[in-house]
């Protein structure tokens, strides 16, 4: 009975920790999923030599930028040598939303990283309710975030 306990107390504190997440971007701005409640988060894990990444950064620029869907996106570049290449790329694909250079450690806050571009998708009430490993469309995200009829 109490290794079933402990078992069920630990799945709720790994759960719990996945829920919430601080990162810093490369700003200097702290970003927590907590500060975003009541919106959609999309936590985009990407890298600058990854082609199905780069295909997906113009739809998540027009995801950010509008303000109707009630959506934020975070990029969080992985796998990368120097973080000033990481910066001028962003700055060369004209990423409007935070970057952040992140690393194994940040990313586990989030969930597992299996493969680039992995996206965590989190309701306006802080639940992570989609997880894609792979390339990402505008319209899939819309689709998944537009108000229920």
């Known amino acids: 009975m109490m290794k079933r306990a402990a078992i069920l107390i630990c799945l709720v504190l790994a759960s719990l920790s996945a829920q919430a997440f601080t990162m810093v971007d490369s700003k200097g701005k702290t970003h927590t999923l907590a500060q975003y409640k009541g919106k959609w988060v ?58 952040i ?23 306006p009430q802080g639940k992570v309710v989609a997880y894609n490993v792979g390339a990402l469309t505008r319209e899939a995200v819309e689709r998944y975030i537009r108000p229920k009829k």
């Open 42 to 99: 999309l936590v985009n894990f990407w890298a600058t030599w990854c082609p199905p990444c780069l295909e997906e950064i113009p739809d998540l620029v027009s995801l950010h930028e509008n303000k109707k869907n009630n959506l934020i996106v975070l990029g969080v570049a992985m796998d990368y040598r120097d973080p000033e290449t990481v910066l001028q790329f962003s700055d060369q694909m004209m990423v409007s939303y935070p970057v």
């Open 101 to 123: 250079l992140g690393d194994r450690k940040m990313a586990a806050q989030v969930g597992s990283i299996p493969g680039l571009p992995t996206t965590y998708l989190y309701n």
